[in-house]
C-alpha cells in the first residue's frame, strides 16, 4: 500500500508539472491556433537564467521571481519582434520559425553554459515539508507551487480587467477590437504570461531531472499529451490532463512492475512510461477528439 502511495504522490508531483507547461502551451493555442515547441527550451533557458543568479549569490526565491519575470519580458518580446510580422504567413513558416526558435535556445544554452549536467538547489526543508515514506519534500513544494501559480491565474483571467481582456481577444478578436480592446498587445501579454507559466515548470522539475541543455525535451512531450488529453482549445482541461497523465503513466508502471514481481513475465515498466503517455493520447483522440474537457467546435460552410 505504501508503494500504491508512493507512486500516486509522485504521479501528482510530475503530472504538476505536465500541467503548467501544458498550461502554457494552450494559453499560446488559444490566442494563436499554433503549438510553440520552443516552450521547453524557453523554459529551460530561463531556468538557467534563475540557476546563474543563484551561482552568483542571490537567494533561491530571488532567482525563482527575476528568472520568471525575464520570461515575461522573453516572451513579449519574440512575439511583437519575431512572430507579429508573421501572422499572415503560412502555418508551415510558423512551425519553422518555432523549431529555430526551438534551436536557437538549446545552442546558446549550451553554449553559455555548457551541455554539462548540473545540480539545481532545492528551496523546500525537509523538516517543513514531505510526509514520510509516501512524499518527499521538493515534490510536495513542486506541487503547492503549481497549484499556486494556477490558482493566481485562474483569479487574473477571471475576475482582473486586463484577465477578461486578454480572454476576449484570444476568443473573439474582432469583437473585442470593437469594444476598444487592444488585442495586438493582449496577445503579446498571453505569450508573456506563457513563457513565466513554464519557466516555473521548468525551475521546479530542475531539481529532479537536473539542469542541462534538454532537460525539457521528453517534459514537453507530457505537457503536449497532457494537453491533448485535457482538450487543446481548454486551459482548465489541460490543468487537469497533466495531473491524469502524470499519475495514470506512474500506475500503469506500478501496475507493470507489480505485474512482473507476481508472475515473472516483464509487460510494462518504468522505461515505457512516454509509450504509455502516448498510449493515453492516442485513446483519448480516438474517442473523443476535443480531448476530455475540450469543446467542438463546428464551423458553418
Same mark, same amino acid.
Given at each position: 500500500?505504501?508503494?500504491?502511495?508512493?507512486?500516486?504522490?509522485?504521479?501528482?508531483?510530475?503530472?504538476?508539472?505536465?500541467?503548467?507547461?501544458?498550461?502554457?502551451?494552450?494559453?499560446?493555442?488559444?490566442?494563436?491556433?499554433?503549438?510553440?515547441?520552443?516552450?521547453?527550451?524557453?523554459?529551460?533557458?530561463?531556468?538557467?537564467?534563475?540557476?546563474?543568479?543563484?551561482?552568483?549569490?542571490?537567494?533561491?526565491?530571488?532567482?525563482?521571481?527575476?528568472?520568471?519575470?525575464?520570461?515575461?519580458?522573453?516572451?513579449?518580446?519574440?512575439?511583437?519582434?519575431?512572430?507579429?510580422?508573421?501572422?499572415?504567413?503560412?502555418?508551415?513558416?510558423?512551425?519553422?520559425?518555432?523549431? @529555430?526558435?526551438?534551436?536557437?535556445?538549446?545552442?546558446?544554452?549550451?553554449?553559455?553554459?555548457?551541455?554539462?549536467?548540473?545540480?539545481?538547489?532545492?528551496?523546500?526543508?525537509?523538516?517543513?515539508?514531505?510526509?514520510?515514506?509516501?512524499? @518527499?519534500?521538493?515534490?510536495?513544494?513542486?506541487?503547492?507551487?503549481?497549484?499556486?501559480?494556477?490558482?493566481?491565474?485562474?483569479?487574473?483571467?477571471?475576475?482582473?480587467?486586463?484577465?477578461?481582456?486578454?480572454?476576449?481577444?484570444?476568443?473573439?478578436?474582432?469583437?473585442?477590437?470593437?469594444?476598444?480592446?487592444?488585442?495586438?498587445?493582449?496577445?503579446?501579454?498571453?505569450?508573456?504570461?506563457?513563457?513565466?507559466?513554464?519557466?516555473?515548470? @521548468?525551475?521546479?522539475?530542475?531539481?529532479?531531472?537536473?539542469?542541462?541543455?534538454?532537460?525539457?525535451?521528453?517534459?514537453?512531450?507530457?505537457?503536449?499529451?497532457?494537453?491533448?488529453?485535457?482538450?487543446?482549445?481548454?486551459?482548465?482541461?489541460?490543468?487537469?490532463?497533466?495531473?491524469?497523465?502524470?499519475?495514470?503513466?506512474?500506475?500503469?508502471?506500478?501496475?507493470?512492475?507489480?505485474?512482473?514481481?507476481?508472475?515473472?513475465?516483464?509487460?510494462?515498466?518504468?522505461?515505457?512510461?512516454?509509450?504509455?503517455?502516448?498510449?493515453?493520447?492516442?485513446?483519448?483522440?480516438?474517442?473523443?477528439?476535443?480531448?476530455?474537457?475540450?469543446?467542438?467546435?463546428?464551423?458553418?460552410?
Amino acid at each position: 500500500m505504501e508503494q500504491f502511495l508512493q507512486q500516486l504522490a509522485s504521479g501528482l508531483a510530475n503530472g504538476a508539472i505536465y500541467a503548467a507547461l501544458a498550461l502554457a502551451l494552450v494559453m499560446i493555442y488559444v490566442s494563436t491556433d499554433h503549438i510553440n515547441f520552443a516552450q521547453g527550451e524557453m523554459a529551460m533557458f530561463s531556468t538557467y537564467i534563475s540557476w546563474q543568479l543563484m551561482s552568483w549569490g542571490a537567494d533561491f526565491w530571488v532567482a525563482f521571481v527575476a528568472a520568471v519575470a525575464f520570461s515575461f519580458v522573453m516572451g513579449v518580446t519574440i512575439e511583437r519582434v519575431i512572430l507579429r510580422p508573421l501572422h499572415s504567413a503560412p502555418v508551415l513558416s510558423i512551425i519553422v520559425v518555432f523549431i @529555430g526558435l526551438l534551436a536557437i535556445f538549446n545552442s546558446v544554452a549550451g553554449a553559455i553554459w555548457s551541455y554539462l549536467i548540473k545540480s539545481f538547489p532545492s528551496p523546500f526543508p525537509k523538516s517543513d515539508f514531505g510526509i514520510a515514506g509516501v512524499i @518527499g519534500a521538493h515534490q510536495l513544494g513542486v506541487v503547492l507551487v503549481t497549484l499556486v501559480v494556477l490558482g493566481l491565474l485562474f483569479v487574473f483571467f477571471r475576475f482582473t480587467p486586463l484577465g477578461l481582456a486578454m480572454r476576449a481577444a484570444a476568443q473573439n478578436p474582432q469583437m473585442a477590437r470593437l469594444v476598444g480592446v487592444r488585442v495586438d498587445w493582449m496577445l503579446a501579454l498571453g505569450w508573456g504570461l506563457a513563457a513565466s507559466v513554464g519557466a516555473v515548470a @521548468g525551475i521546479m522539475v530542475a531539481h529532479i531531472v537536473y539542469l542541462d541543455p534538454n532537460m525539457m525535451g521528453g517534459i514537453l512531450l507530457y505537457a503536449f499529451a497532457s494537453a491533448l488529453v485535457g482538450g487543446i482549445s481548454s486551459p482548465g482541461g489541460a490543468v487537469a490532463g497533466g495531473f491524469i497523465v502524470g499519475v495514470l503513466e506512474n500506475m500503469v508502471a506500478y501496475a507493470g512492475n507489480q505485474i512482473e514481481k507476481a508472475t515473472g513475465v516483464y509487460i510494462i515498466g518504468n522505461g515505457e512510461k512516454l509509450t504509455v503517455a502516448l498510449i493515453i493520447v492516442i485513446v483519448v483522440l480516438t474517442v473523443k477528439p476535443a480531448g476530455l474537457f475540450g469543446r467542438v467546435v463546428v464551423k458553418r460552410v
